[in-house]
């Protein structure tokens, strides 16, 4: 069955980088576009970046532009954010999220890892 | 981006009640609306796409609808099980942004 799987959480000082990564399996992954939503403590939803199946797309949030980096090892089926230039707002659980088709929604959620920025 | 509203932020119902959601658009999307279940601690699960379609295994008891700009979540018969955040979705743009979230709450 369809598995993902988020790493790479953790405290980090504002200004700091991460790297997050998300593992998949159970599905062909090179052929779905793929996508970070983040859920900051007691709030909502926020979707963050989306990634093309073949690596060649990518789209941000304002948010995040300039800031983060999406990208996939499509040999490895593995996913990653590279979050840089981190601020207390950046504070989250990030989800890793597989898009259900060509213009579709999201059929499938890791459970998430918490990012923690904070000095 | 398109921004998305969802009204009201919080609601309280009794089992068996019937549930309205809305939301709506800043421009229109083509029913590209997905709506979404969250429990707490848990990732969201898909419950409804193209406005109206039931994702597999999802009780029947939740429809959807709209067109447009403006779109809503039914729930025909509230169950104890259906207490917890609901949350629409575009994705007719590339940012498939979220409404801010609805918290339904049983009596």
């Known amino acids: 069955q369809v598995q993902l799987v ?5 405290v980090v000082q504002p200004g700091r980088s991460l790297r997050l990564s998300c593992a998949a399996s159970g ?9 970070w939503v983040r859920q900051a403590p007691g709030k909502g939803l926020e979707w963050v970046a989306v990634i093309s199946y073949d690596g060649n797309n ?7 532009r300039g800031r983060f980096t999406i990208s996939r090892d ?22 890793c999220a597989k898009q259900l088709d060509i213009v579709a929604p999201f059929d499938y959620w890791g459970q998430g890892t918490l990012v923690t920025v904070s000095s | 981006d398109i921004q998305m509203t969802q009204s009201p932020s919080s609601l309280s119902a009794s089992v068996g009640d019937r549930v309205t959601i809305t939301c709506r658009a800043s421009q229109g999307i083509s029913n590209s609306l997905a709506w979404y279940q969250q429990k707490p601690g848990k990732a969201p699960k898909l419950l ?5 379609k039931l994702e597999s295994g999802v009780p029947s008891r939740f429809s959807g ?15 104890p099980e259906d207490s917890a955040t609901y949350y629409c979705q575009q994705y007719y743009s590339t940012a498939h942004t979220f ?8 009596k």
């Open chain 1, 6 to 10: 988020e790493s790479g959480g953790g």
């Open chain 1, 27 to 35: 599905f062909t992954f090179n052929t779905y576009d793929m996508h």
């Open chain 1, 58 to 64: 990518k789209y941000y949030a304002d948010s995040v």
């Open chain 1, 74 to 95: 499509n040999s490895k089926n593995t996913l990653y954010l590279q979050m840089s230039s981190l601020r207390a707002e950046d504070t989250a659980v990030y989800y």
């Open chain 2, 48 to 52: 409804l796409y193209a406005a109206s």
């Open chain 2, 65 to 79: 609808g709209g067109s447009g700009t403006d779109y809503t979540l039914t729930i025909s018969s509230l169950q």
């Open chain 2, 99 to 106: 409404g801010q979230g609805t918290k339904l709450q049983i």
